[in-house]
């Protein structure tokens, strides 16, 4: 079993900064594509941010020059960085990780969220 674990989330002032972990643990043989999702109350979950194992990035538009995404594959853990939040950046936050474990089996694997609120 593989279970991604988040860390990080909590209550920010507009314009301020968070950092988000997540971290893939069980039984992995290798970690490929990390990701970061939200779910804003209401509304359906969106990419926010991804990587590959290679290091390529991808944001939705909403957040670039804002987020930064970065991994450490040594870890199996993947990180967000959240600059000049803006209230509208409140939601659940999600880590995605495609994971091939020891069994070669490869699937993508669901954190169970962290809250991230923002206060404007």
């Known amino acids: 079993q593989v279970q991604p674990v988040e860390s990080g989330g909590g209550l920010v002032q507009a314009g301020g900064s968070l950092r988000l972990s997540c971290a893939a643990s069980?039984?992995?043989?290798?970690?490929?594509?990390m990701g970061w999702y939200r779910q804003a109350p209401g509304k359906q979950r969106e990419l926010v941010a991804a990587?590959?194992?290679?290091?390529?990035?991808n944001y939705a538009h909403s957040v670039k020059g804002r987020f930064t995404i970065s991994r450490d594959n040594a870890r199996n853990t993947v990180y967000l960085q959240m600059n000049s939040l803006k209230f509208e950046d409140t939601a659940v936050y999600y880590c995605?990780?495609?994971?091939?474990?020891?069994?070669?089996?490869?699937?993508?694997?669901w954190g169970k969220g962290t809250l991230v609120t923002v206060s404007s």
């Open positions: 995605n990780a495609e994971v091939t474990t020891r069994t070669y089996y490869t699937m993508a694997y």
């Open positions: 069980g039984s992995i043989f290798s970690v490929n594509a």
């Open positions: 990587i590959t194992s290679g290091g390529t990035t």
